[in-house]
Antibody, heavy 122, light 111 residues
Framework: QVQLQESGPGLVKPSQTLSLTCTVSGGSISSGSYYWSWIRQPAGKGLEWIGRIYTRGSTNYNPSLKSRVTISVDTSKNQFSLKLSSVTAADTAVYYC??????????????WGQGTLVTVSS | QSVLTQPPSVSGAPGQRVTISCTGSSSNIGAGYDVHWYQQLPGTAPKLLIYGNNNRPSGVPDRFSGSKSGTSASLAITGLQAEDEADYYCQSYDSSLSGSGFGTGTKVTVL
C-alpha cells in the first residue's frame, strides 16, 4: 500500500526557509484523484493544515500561512515538497505529509507520513 | 485558530460508551461538508478512524462510529478499551480556508 516519508533538516535558523520533502512509495503520485498535503503540529498542540497540491499543479494554502508557503510536486521522483519562508520559533512543530482523498463534500487524509520534527532556533 | 471545537477531555471506565462532540459553523459542517475523525496515539502520526461522517476504513473496529447533524458531529466509542486511550481530532472542509480545518482535539482517558 501507499506509504509516505518526510525528510529534511531538523533544525532551521530564524528568518530562513524551512524545506521538507515527502517521498511516496507503493504507488504513483500521479495516479488517482488525490491531493497531496502538508499538516503540522506544535508540541502538545493540535493539528494545523498548511496546504495541498494536486498533481496537475493546482495548490491551496492556509490563509494564515499563504504569504510564506510554497508546495510543489516532482512526479518524476514521486515526491512533493514544502517550503516555508521567514520562519520563527512559532513554526517549530512536527510536520506531516499526507494523501488527501476527495469527494464532493470535502476530503480526508490517509495515509500519513510518520512526521518529522523541525525546530526553529539559532 | 481551529475552526472546529471539541471538548478537551473525556473519560470512561473499560466497557463504557463515550462520545466526543465536534462543533462547527456555517462555513464547514453546517454547509454540508463531511466530517472525518482521526486517532493519535502518543508519539505517533494521526490515523484515519472515520471518513465521510460515518464510514470506517478497513481494520477499524466497529466500536467506533460517527454521526453528523446540523453544525455538529460526534464520535462514539462503545465498549471502551485501554488501547483507545489517545487524542482524537475531527476535520472538515472549511470554505473560509478553501481547505481543511481540524478540531481542537480531545484526549480520551480510560479510567
Amino acid at each position: 500500500q501507499v506509504q509516505l516519508q518526510e525528510s529534511g533538516p531538523g533544525l532551521v535558523k530564524p528568518s530562513q526557509t524551512l524545506s521538507l520533502t515527502c517521498t511516496v512509495s507503493g504507488g504513483s503520485i500521479s495516479s488517482g484523484s488525490y491531493y497531496w498535503s502538508w499538516i503540522r503540529q506544535p508540541a502538545g498542540k493540535g493539528l494545523e493544515w498548511i496546504g495541498r497540491i494536486y498533481t496537475r499543479g493546482s495548490t491551496n494554502y492556509n490563509p494564515s500561512l499563504k504569504s510564506r508557503v510554497t508546495i510543489s510536486v516532482d512526479t518524476s521522483k514521486n515526491q512533493f515538497s514544502l517550503k516555508l519562508s521567514s520562519v520563527t520559533a512559532a513554526d517549530t512543530a512536527v510536520y506531516y505529509c499526507a494523501r488527501a482523498h476527495s469527494s464532493g463534500w470535502g476530503n480526508w487524509f490517509d495515509p500519513w507520513g510518520q512526521g518529522t520534527l523541525v525546530t526553529v532556533s539559532s | 485558530q481551529s475552526v472546529l471545537t471539541q471538548p478537551p477531555s473525556v473519560s470512561g471506565a473499560p466497557g463504557q460508551r463515550v462520545t466526543i462532540s465536534c462543533t462547527g459553523s456555517s462555513s464547514n459542517i453546517g454547509a454540508g461538508y463531511d466530517v472525518h475523525w482521526y486517532q493519535q496515539l502518543p508519539g505517533t502520526a494521526p490515523k484515519l478512524l472515520i471518513y465521510g461522517n460515518n464510514n470506517r476504513p478497513s481494520g477499524v473496529p466497529d466500536r467506533f462510529s460517527g454521526s453528523k447533524s446540523g453544525t455538529s458531529a460526534s464520535l462514539a466509542i462503545t465498549g471502551l478499551q485501554a488501547e483507545d486511550e489517545a487524542d482524537y481530532y475531527c476535520q472538515s472542509y472549511d470554505s473560509s480556508l478553501s481547505g481543511s480545518g481540524f478540531g481542537t482535539g480531545t484526549k480520551v482517558t480510560v479510567l
